[in-house]
């Protein structure tokens, strides 16, 4: 059954895979191993039973719940299988589905992790000749280290070396925007988010 939408429960896609890590299902299977939290245990099937209905679970549903030695609440959400995208514009849509679904995923997805330059160059791996990534990197790579070369229609200067965002934007057509995050106290840039 699909439940409205929350981080509270364990997201599992329609293939019955968790979604974002494994964390809430390892704690789950933690609390149930041990009696040590065996309140936290009861505070838990009490919560479930508690909102069963705004999670449009029945009487019935509830009898099972109680029956149950441990139960776990699953929010099943049909999550866009990028890895499955056969060109750009697919990796690209799917991208966009999946940031439209993250209250049903976790505070955290992927566009909050990695730049939009990464994620580009996710897209163009689905969809491009690696020959033709190759031949942006070396541009890309030349013009930061100040070996950029200039081409007969005017283009660059030969020598010319560009900041990373005047790079991507020349090779990749990306205004590029890097991560920034609060490290411990600290404003922290992740470029490209690796």
């Given amino acids: 059954m699909v439940l409205p939408t929350s981080s509270q429960h364990l997201p599992f896609n329609t293939r019955g895979k968790v979604v974002q890590g494994n964390n809430r299902a390892a704690a789950l299977k933690e ?9 936290q245990q009861r505070k838990y099937i009490q919560y479930i039973i508690d909102n069963a209905r705004s999670f449009g679970l029945t009487n019935e549903d509830i009898a099972k719940i109680k029956s149950m030695k441990n139960p776990v609440m699953v929010n099943e959400i049909d999550v866009p299988d990028f890895a499955k995208a056969s060109n750009y514009q697919e990796a690209r849509r799917l991208i966009e589905l999946y940031t439209k679904q993250r209250d049903m995923l976790s505070p955290v997805t992927p566009i909050d992790i990695y730049s939009n330059f990464a994620i580009e160059m996710a897209c163009r791996l689905q969809g491009c000749k690696m020959k033709t990534l190759q031949v942006e990197m070396k541009e890309f790579f030349n013009l930061l280290q100040g070996k950029g070369e200039g081409d007969m229609f005017g283009g660059g200067t030969s020598g010319e070396k560009l900041t990373l965002h005047d790079a991507i934007k020349r090779v990749s057509d ?6 920034i995050r609060d490290n411990n106290g600290e404003k922290k840039k992740r470029y490209f988010g690796w």
Avoid: L
């Fill in 31 to 39: 609390m149930y191993s041990s009696s040590a939290y065996k309140e």
């Fill in 174 to 179: 990306v205004d590029y925007k890097p991560i």
